[in-house]
């Protein structure tokens, strides 16, 4: 890691505990259920610029960054349920299929176990239904 990112990342987490402090300075009772509805999806340009090429122009897309990004929050299990809906609905946007997002979360089955894949399954399919109501 380059002095100037080491500076840029430090300056981005301290200006996000900043904000995380500013909407709740005890942190008591927080809850990340439904936070996906408070943060729009981004388009797939929005993602490519924070996620893909971005701070690394010769590593990994924005879609594959979402992909493994699924793959771990699967991992976690009901721990991230907020965040694994938000993480699939910019992952379609950015490109994935759900065929992919389905077996980036059924290979997480060997990792998180059974229960961890069939609750994060539960979940992609019901962003998919809604993906699908709203494209209707």
Avoid: C
Wanted: charged fraction near 25%; glycine fraction near 6%.
């Amino acid at each position: 890691m380059t002095e100037d990112f080491a500076k840029l990342f430090k300056n981005m987490m301290e200006q996000g505990q900043d904000m995380v402090r500013a909407f709740n300075p005890s942190l008591e009772g927080f809850s990340a259920k439904g936070l996906e509805n408070f943060i729009p999806t981004m388009t797939k340009d929005m993602m490519e610029m924070w996620f893909g090429k971005t701070f690394n122009r010769e590593g990994l897309d924005a879609k594959t960054r979402l992909l493994v990004t699924i793959a771990a929050l699967t991992v976690l299990g009901a721990h991230a349920e907020a965040q694994l809906k938000l993480t699939i609905r910019h992952a379609l946007e950015a490109g994935a299929t759900k065929r992919e997002i389905a077996e980036v979360i059924w290979q997480m089955s060997m990792f998180g176990g059974l229960p961890a894949m069939q609750k994060a399954l539960e979940m992609a399919q019901a962003v998919f239904a809604e993906t699908e109501e709203k494209d209707a």
